[in-house]
Nanobody, 123 residues
Framework: AVTLTESGGGSVQAGESLRLSCTYF????????LCWFRRAPGKEREGVAG???????MYVNSVQGRFTISQDSARNVLYLQMNNLKPEDTATYYC?????????????????WGKGTQVTVSS
């Protein structure tokens, strides 16, 4: 099994930045995908940013140009740099790892999930 642990969440003002980290252990696959999801109160889970071992990256439209996903594969850490945060970015953010896929923002390929980290953005 793979365990994932998110960190870096917090409470910020609109326009500020946060960097989320996700450390994962136990992955033996050489081809895989990683994704940041979020769930806001009363809303469906949403894929925010995904990356795979083919180097493909995908963002949901609402964060394009503001968020950057990156990975340190040597250290097994996934990052999400979030700039110009908006109140609508408020959510619990989860990282997940799963099968290699080009459908990076869909939850089906991902079979291991972290417990999440809370991001709150006030106006």
């Amino acid at each position: 099994a793979v365990t994932l642990t998110e960190s870096g969440g917090g409470s910020v003002q609109a326009g500020e930045s946060l960097r989320l980290s996700c450390t994962y252990f136990g992955n033996s696959a050489t081809s895989y995908s990683l994704c940041w999801f979020r769930r806001a109160p009363g809303k469906e889970r949403e894929g925010v940013a995904g990356i795979n071992t083919d180097g493909e990256i995908m963002y949901v439209n609402s964060v394009q140009g503001r968020f950057t996903i990156s990975q340190d594969s040597a250290r097994n850490v996934l990052y999400l740099q979030m700039n110009n945060l908006k109140p609508e970015d408020t959510a619990t953010y989860y990282c997940a790892i799963g099968h290699p896929t080009r459908h990076l923002l869909e939850y089906i390929p991902y079979n291991y999930w972290g417990k999440g980290t809370q991001v709150t953005v006030s106006s």
